[in-house]
């Protein structure tokens, strides 16, 4: 069993419709981070989360500690937010999803 | 922000050869790294954890004595994938934890993708 399991695994989108992708957890963190993945390879970091809600330009992300979930939500999508998304949590070490990969078509 | 910056992007080699991949931290002291492969559409695994100046911790299953981890100062470390082999052909990527920033501080390398023909 996965340690940090995100949905869906694939995702299109029409450029400008609302995106939410899932994270759930088992085990405890400190914190829980939501990463872009480009198809080059290379990594962004892009919220920490420890509780309560972040927003970065159309990027929103929420976690709920109780029940060991998280959401990244994009407004007003864009292809050049085509990316893979993954969720990573920070227990004793990091725990990573396996990843969302979304394409937002024009 | 920290900046981590890893060379190189991309690179092919014969098998049996050795590779060297490096992590540099550029405007911060990176007091641990950790290294990870990914295979296409897998997730990010950890292969081991390093602490300047100490020997690496490695994961359960990586060979020690194939990936070898140097973390001699605070802003460079690296891994040496030794006598490549096909199956060692992969993604790279190094994390840095950023001195006394907590949980907040891990910046990611761009990662490297190893080719052995």
């Known amino acids: 069993k996965n340690e940090v399991e995100q949905s869906p695994q694939n995702l299109t989108a029409q450029e400008g419709e609302f995106i939410t992708i899932n994270c759930s957890y088992s085990?405890?963190?400190?914190?829980l981070h939501w990463l872009q993945q480009h198809p080059g390879g290379g990594i962004v970091s892009l919220f920490m989360l420890s509780s309560g809600k972040k927003k970065h330009g159309r990027l929103i992300a929420t976690i709920n500690i109780q029940e060991k979930h998280s959401s990244l939500h994009i407004t007003a999508s864009h292809p050049r937010d085509s990316a893979v998304y993954i969720c990573?949590?920070?227990?004793?070490?990091?725990?990573f999803g396996t990843g969302t990969s979304l394409t937002v078509i024009p | 922000g920290a900046v981590v910056s890893q060379h190189p992007s991309w690179v092919i080699c014969k098998s049996g050869t050795s590779v060297k991949i490096e992590c540099r931290s550029l405007?911060?002291?990176?007091?641990?790294m950790f290294w990870y492969r990914q295979f296409p559409k897998q997730s990010l695994m950890l292969m081991a954890t390093s602490n300047e100046g100490s020997k690496a911790t490695y994961e359960q299953g990586v060979e020690k004595d194939k990936f070898l981890i140097n973390h001699a100062s605070l802003t460079l470390s690296t891994l040496t994938v030794t006598s490549a082999h096909p199956e060692d052909s992969s993604f790279y990527i190094c994390s840095a934890r950023t001195l006394g920033q907590g949980a907040g501080g891990y910046t990611f390398g761009s990662g490297t993708r190893l080719t052995v023909v």
């Open positions: 085990v405890g963190i400190s914190a």
């Open positions: 990573a949590v920070l227990g004793n070490q990091f725990y």
């Open positions: 405007d911060f002291q990176a007091t641990t």
